[in-house]
């Protein structure tokens, strides 16, 4: 067998081949000496022989189209002609990659404690040089190995901000720090993998942030797929994850309820109620709830809150703290920090055992603990600044000034994406993202169906060919049969967000024209 | 089933039950009121329940005697009063923690980088603020998601010192930057995970890196060891591995071959023979090749020099270089840089076919690339200061005064163990470790086994308990049987591990009277 295989997308495949997908992922096209290229012996590891749990996995966040998006980019710094100068980006949640400026007091402890010696050349405000020396006082310097769940002081730091959030204590001992909380979330996911039949189920939204169908599927577990409501502002219906559940029994063994709120790419905010809903129903059928929560200071909703899964629990008394296993998840990405790059992020979980405890800790200790930047990006935002340090009102209104511009952006997505005729969209009522619905002519159906691809595929493709505009097809999120749907970020700054719906609404009508029925 | 069970450390075990562990992975013990302890329900995650893989996972590096220590430790800061002051920890290659100083001009980078306003106030060299500008240029913002497989820049800076080195020319599309040289293992060997029978084989040297046999477990593969050979100065003898692999063929199905050069724990230097007869063995055996490089800086002995595994294929010709698969992995945490915790590292593959690399992308990419942190320092390290340049000297000087020192307490370490009775010590050729050999009467061996213990282990717990000195057991490395070892770093200040190895003498000394046959 040679080493040439052609590289298929699945459903949401198009026009884009492999050959060209190397630039999304920071490749040049340039051949070299060494090139595989040049080869044509048969090989031990190819694609026949990989692992086929691999090859399952789906990240639409940076899929075909975005690889399709780099092509283009490419062609532009070539002098391409296009009918735009450059690609807009709304289709990863990467909020500086935008235009969000990191947060100052953040930056510089982390200079701080690269460099301790700026800490003498008075470039530091006071509060930063003594949360700066705090910290290295406990590690010694940030080139040593974390321990492997985290720096202590600092998960004593993310305790005390949960403690204060939910007005019940929280023990550091159950929060472990990682690379980003997508690794939290493939280390808990991976307790669950099971060498004896059935498959391990585990339960994800439909539509869902893609991390966790590309976990599931790296583990090779089963995805049941729950449908939010979206008739119903993407409420978790209660009856629905039962039907699901019911279905899935037949096939798998369901362990696992995994809900994000507020909701990645469906933009909800989970009710009070809800939440206790859904504590309800896993403890009832003995699921253990993974609570992404990375967004929980991205609500812009007038009337609706963040309330913890945790708060929640503790709230329901101990009948149901004793009972339910939870984890949460949060992030240094998202909120209004932003640092993407930096990847920091924990998971608290409640109930597990401690010698489960130690099986999670051991694993990390293997990967030798997260990388230090993203755990102090952890410190500042779990501690910030308080009034009456020097870097308080800096810090506030860096805070406040983003939040308050994601809440603008959120109102202004909701209202324009609705303006469009052939197009509804539930109020972004918190994270970063709307995804509204669109409704295709038959004809556009029926051409996508020519081409081979996904409609709404069909759609972004044409989108990004046409005006340059980079969303990601509802069909890597997934959503109900007949639907289409696209996922876009509120993150572009507010005159370009205007730009951009309103280009976005001349390719509508001009694509509803072209597939008029 | 109740909460509570006893965790067992296998055949390293000893007195340090799990009750305690959590010290070594940075928690304190306080009791809070969500505590695990309180609640005595059946949960559905609990040890029996739990992915039967991890609970096989050993990582002796920071396993139970680690744990000991830290328990040691806590005593000492309650005022219990011990024969000595301090545990020296001399467990793991962690270089900063036991003094050396970051390199000044990685660290300006960073800080450059993470504060672009410093480079405005005269703090940093001309050279410095280039290099920040430059990385910069093409990120926007270290909070930017970094292309899932690193930073375009920075592979190139990567391809270029690979290509310096060895002569050849290194193609940066085959470069994935990684939060560490371990997550570059973990994702290579996770190509190799097979869903049907026969399970994959995994060739690793005895005595080992106890990351690869971590690994093999967490992934269910099976471990196939191969015996270096001691008595040869730790040479990797070809008809060991053809003795190993024929054995393994009778139950499994190897496809990978994982060198360590130069090597951890045993500090040896492959010659260049030795690595093309390595190469043909794989060609003939139709192997994968791992070649582990982490320590390519790390060369101490005399006429010993550190051949890559690229460089020796490239110079066999074509007919190698077109049949061997290889992966070469280097990190940004050992050298004379020592970067442990800002995790950072590489595996540069050649003859991987496109389709096999995209699917190494794509898992890159839902897991969102490595942190930015990692990748800085891997550009310094690949791109140097160079003469001429403002930061060059003090770069040199540091990076000379680092290898230099490493060199002394080499030699310090291999003189001084080898003349302790009872104790053979090959030279520490390379790397930052000594694996030296310690024979113990049978006196020892008796107790040891009444108190269930592997002898290394008691040997090394009565070094902690009795000493302040802690080092792994050979038997977390693997080694012969009937042979006794344990690991020590080379890396306390000299004129400590004078101290650390005068103490170990009068230590080894006792221990053998008290157990004279």
Known sequence: MLFTHVIKFGGVGGKC????????????????????????????LNIDTINPAIKKVEYAVRGPIVIKAAEIEAELNKGVKKPFDKVIKANIGDCQAMGQKPITFIRQVIAACMCPDLMQQNVFPSDVIERAQTILSGIGSTGCYSASVGIEHIRGSAAKYIST???????????????????SVKLI???????????????????????????????????????????????????????????????????VL???????????VLTYQN??????????EELFLMADEVYQ?????????????????????PEVTSRLQLCSFHSTSKGYFGECGLRGGYVEHHNLSEDVNYQLNKL????????????????????????GQPSYQQFNKEKQGVLHSLKERAQLTTEMLNRIEGITCNEVGGAMYAFPQIRLPQK????????????????CLELLEEYGILVVPGSGFGQREGTWHFRMTILPPIEDLKIFLERLEEFHVSFMKKYAD
């Open 17 to 44: 081949g492999g050959k060209n997908f190397s630039r999304i992922f920071g490749m040049s096209n340039k051949l070299f000496a060494t090139c595989t290229e040049m080869s044509n012996v048969e090989h031990k």
């Open 165 to 183: 959030r939910d007005g019940y204590p929280s023990n550091p001992n159950n929060i472990i720090i990682t690379n980003g909380a997508s690794s």
């Open 444 to 459: 556009a159906i029926n051409e996508a169906n020519v081409r081979g691809m996904q409609p709404d595929f069909m759609y």
């Open 364 to 387: 990390q200790s293997a990967q030798l603990g997260s990388n230090i930047t993203g755990q102090l990006v952890l410190d500042c935002i779990m501690d910030p600044p308080i009034e």
């Open 258 to 268: 995994c809900v994000i709120n507020p909701g990645n790419p469906t933009g909800q």
């Open 189 to 255: 996911l991976e307790m669950f993998v099971s060498e004896e039949a059935p498959v391990t189920g585990v339960m994800i939204p439909i539509p869902q942030y893609p991390l966790y169908s590309a976990t599931v599927d790296e583990f090779a577990m089963q995805q049941v797929g729950y449908y939010l409501d979206e008739g119903n502002n993407w409420a978790l219906n209660i009856d629905e994850l039962s039907r699901a559940l019911t279905e899935a029994r037949k096939t798998c063994n369901p362990r």
């Open 297 to 317: 200071d991205n609500v812009y909703q007038a009337g609706a809150a963040f309330h913890s899964f945790k708060k929640v629990m503790m709230n329901m008394g």
């Open 275 to 284: 939440i206790e809903d859904i504590i309800k129903f896993c403890i009832d």
